[in-house]
């Protein structure tokens, strides 16, 4: 993978979090926090969009717009999500 330079400056109190959490160990260094601080947000991000499409889902169903369920079609829609979330 191509690395790209970016230099960036953060506030005193994000410093201040950024060393907080490498200081656990966890992480071995800022690319490895940010690596993992994104993949929470992308899954934050998803998260989201599924609560959306149940409320808008539910929200047909109160209109009397939904059609008929199909269990199966459902659960395999819910494996392939969670099998690509990890």
Request: without cysteine; proline residues 3%.
């Amino acid at each position: 993978m191509e690395e790209v330079v970016m230099p960036y400056a953060f506030p005193q109190d994000l410093a201040d979090e950024i060393n907080a959490h490498l200081a656990t160990g966890r992480y071995a260094n800022e690319e490895d926090l940010i690596r993992d601080a994104l993949e929470a947000l992308r899954k934050s991000e998803e998260l989201e969009r599924f609560r959306d499409s149940v409320t808008q889902s539910r929200e047909q169903a109160d209109r009397g717009e939904a059609g008929p369920l199909d269990i199966g079609s459902v659960m395999e829609q819910v494996s392939k999500r969670l099998s690509s979330t990890g």
